[in-house]
């Protein structure tokens, strides 16, 4: 790290440790640890253990995820709600990684953008919600500034209180940390959490991921204030959309958890338009997903009956699962959909455009041409287009 670097994180990190986290209230998801000898040895073998990453494995996605809040990257974050040892097999990784990378190819080839993929693989084999002698044993792995039990971690709504444990655990590390917000997210509350972890702004870089789970009925209304709110804080964090958790139900019955493919999909569309008409940029996808054929979510529910067509093959260990081929639906309409968005955009901005310089252009055969201010994606897609206003007057952009 550079000087620089070093000083804004002394600065943020004054009195921090890796233990200074045992000094503060854990406020959910308590751990109970009836045999405080076997905690203690578990903790010293795991220091003694080689680390799951290294720190050049966690500085190298900071700059990548640096890269995707400037929209000059996509993240795609997925993997299973929770895992079994079970599935630690070579052919199941295998079709994990291998789904991930089909979905990359395609929003890489839609979107024309370099994908960074991170997999939720061997890394949750328990809901410590739902177990409280569930091990938090992360801060034996910590190294310096790096948390080295994984690249990539992130906090949830339960346990985010800006004076708990779990915020002064991460405070001081240098790794990427991923921030879940729901509908009932506040943007004050969203602001202070930021300058909690980051007081000094010019050392964050890569270091925020905002992982907005709204539902597809709240993204209009709960979406533009938080945008608005971060924006004008001066922090630049990557905004990813999770699609998943904020349109979960149970079934009439009670007795199953799902999910329907086409609001999954709604969510998505609907989160990157609010993104690019508030001047922001959605930076990723996180898709709870599976590479089996499972009937865990629902295509669609039937309007009439509302029969849910749920099949036999109900697997997950938590929450519903996208099936290998939803989860190829979901991306490929994402990226189309998005692609269809900006350039629509992008031929609107040049109406308007046009509209102020048609006096001042040489009329032929009633079409003028003009220099299109493309803001961003796909100019390629357009570079012959004419202004036509009979013709195209129709065309209006959302």
Known sequence: M?????????????????????????????????DKSALDKVCRSLQQLP????????????????????????????????????????????????????????????????????????????????????????????????????AFHWVGERIRQLDGAHVEFLRGLRNPIGIKLSSEASPEELVAFLNRLCPDKTGENGRFTLITRL????????????????????????????????????TADGKIKTRCAMTIR???????????????????LHIEQTGKSVTECV?????????LSLGVNYR????????????ILLVARFADDAKVFDLERNTHMAFEQGDELCGEKEIVDDTAVVDMPFVDDHPQELAAFAYQPPLMAGMACS
């Open 215 to 250: 539902g597809a009925l709240n993204v209009e209304a709960a979406l533009p204030p938080l945008i608005k709110a971060v924006q004008a804080s001066g922090h630049q964090p990557v905004w990813m959309c999770d699609p998943c958790h904020g349109n979960t139900f149970t």
């Open 51 to 150: 680390p799951i990453v290294s720190p050049a494995q966690i500085e190298e996605p900071r700059g990548l995820f640096a890269s995707a809040a400037k929209g000059e990257r996509f993240i795609l974050q997925v993997g299973d709600c929770a895992e079994s040892f079970e599935d630690v097999q070579l052919d199941i990784t295998n079709s994990k990684t291998s789904l991930l990378a089909e979905q990359a190819d395609i929003i890489k080839s839609r979107l024309v953008l370099p994908v960074t993929c991170v997999g939720r693989i061997a890394g949750q084999y328990a809901k410590p919600r739902s177990n409280p002698r569930f091990c938090f044993l992360t801060s034996s792995l910590i190294r310096g500034r790096h948390c080295l039990s994984a």
């Open 316 to 327: 997950t260990l938590c929450d519903p699962r996208l099936s290998r081929e939803q989860a």
């Open 2 to 34: 550079g000087s620089l670097t070093e000083s804004v994180y002394k600065r943020n990190a004054d009195h921090w440790s890796s233990q200074s986290w045992q000094s503060k209230a854990i406020n959910a998801q308590t751990v109970d640890y009836r």
């Open 299 to 307: 295509e669609h529910i039937d309007a009439w009956t509302g029969q």
């Open 266 to 284: 709604q969510e998505a569309q609907q989160t990157y338009a609010v993104h690019r008409r508030s001047g922001s940029r959605l930076g990723g």
